[in-house]
């Protein structure tokens, strides 16, 4: 009888002990697919909503979309804004959309401001020199390449020759949207997480050599909101 038990003790020791080492990977996933969940659930607040008028009638235009479902700014003083975002491209030639890739963002402010405000933030790519700059370790908006506000109302018109358009829906007592000197990284480590193996932006988005069937969904909503 105590052999048996201390046989039973022993697989129930290598198995909490596997489970354990399985853990953070879990809770990365987990971490990640939230993150997912939340850019589908972002994109579907800009494409139904009927102030964003220019950005549903211009996705179609878009070689990618950088999605961030919750970026805080807080500051009194000194300040500045962070969140996490993924990225949706297109094939050049398929069209077919591909990703998520995930990234941070940062931007440091100074100036005469208080408060806390979050916004969730649907940034277009509109062309090739803003793609191949997120496919680099960080790219700088306003340095590397040039951003712009997005035009926002019902009867918003007009062209924007920029290489980011972003948009913004604000929840707090920040009002308008600037994201000139955002600093946007690539977050390796959840990548990795997410797809199971070391992978980079472009192992992702170009080569499509990395897929996870849990961003299907994203990926089928994009399609459909850029036709």
Same mark, same amino acid.
């Given at each position: 009888?105590?052999?048996?038990?201390?046989?039973?003790?022993?697989?129930?020791?290598?198995?909490?002990?596997?489970?354990?080492?399985?853990?953070?990977?879990?809770?990365?996933?987990?971490?990640?697919? +939230?993150? @997912? *969940?939340?850019?589908? /659930? $972002?994109?579907?607040?800009?494409?139904? =909503?009927?102030?964003?008028?220019?950005?549903?009638?211009?996705?179609?235009?878009?070689?990618?979309?950088?999605?961030?479902?919750?970026?805080?700014?807080?500051?009194?003083?000194?300040?500045?804004?962070?969140?996490?975002?993924?990225?949706?491209?297109?094939?050049?030639?398929?069209?077919?959309?591909?990703?998520?890739?995930?990234?941070?963002?940062?931007?440091?402010?100074?100036?005469?401001?208080?408060?806390?405000?979050?916004?969730?933030?649907?940034?277009?790519?509109?062309?090739? +020199?803003? @793609? *191949?700059?997120?496919? /680099? $370790?960080?790219?700088?908006?306003?340095? =590397?390449?040039?951003?712009?506000?997005?035009?926002?109302?019902?009867?918003?018109?007009?062209?924007?020759?920029?290489?980011?358009?972003?948009?913004?829906?604000?929840?707090?007592?920040?009002?308008?949207?600037?994201?000139?000197?955002?600093?946007?990284?690539?977050?390796?480590?959840?990548?990795?997480?997410?797809?199971?193996?070391?992978?980079?932006?472009?192992?992702?988005?170009?080569?499509?050599?990395?897929?996870?069937?849990?961003?299907?969904?994203?990926?089928?909503?994009?399609? +459909?909101?850029?036709?």
């Amino acid at each position: 009888m105590l052999r048996q038990w201390l046989r039973f003790g022993g697989v129930a020791l290598a198995a909490a002990t596997l489970w354990t080492s399985f853990l953070p990977v879990a809770q990365a996933q987990s971490d990640q697919q +939230k993150l @997912v *969940n939340e850019a589908q /659930a $972002t994109l579907d607040n800009f494409v139904r =909503d009927p102030e964003m008028k220019w950005l549903q009638q211009n996705l179609r235009r878009a070689k990618a979309v950088l999605i961030a479902p919750q970026v805080v700014k807080a500051g009194f003083i000194f300040g500045g804004s962070g969140g996490r975002a993924v990225l949706l491209a297109r094939d050049p030639k398929t069209g077919q959309w591909r990703g998520p890739v995930f990234y941070t963002m940062a931007t440091a402010s100074v100036g005469f401001q208080a408060g806390i405000a979050a916004s969730e933030n649907v940034t277009m790519v509109m062309t090739e +020199k803003g @793609v *191949n700059t997120l496919l /680099a $370790t960080s790219v700088k908006l306003g340095g =590397d390449a040039s951003v712009a506000a997005g035009p926002v109302g019902a009867g918003a018109s007009g062209d924007v020759t920029t290489d980011f358009v972003a948009f913004a829906r604000s929840k707090g007592v920040y009002g308008g949207l600037n994201l000139d000197g955002t600093v946007i990284t690539a977050n390796d480590d959840w990548n990795n997480a997410y797809y199971g193996k070391k992978v980079l932006a472009p192992d992702i988005v170009v080569r499509g050599a990395a897929h996870n069937p849990a961003a299907d969904k994203l990926l089928a909503d994009i399609t +459909k909101a850029a036709k």
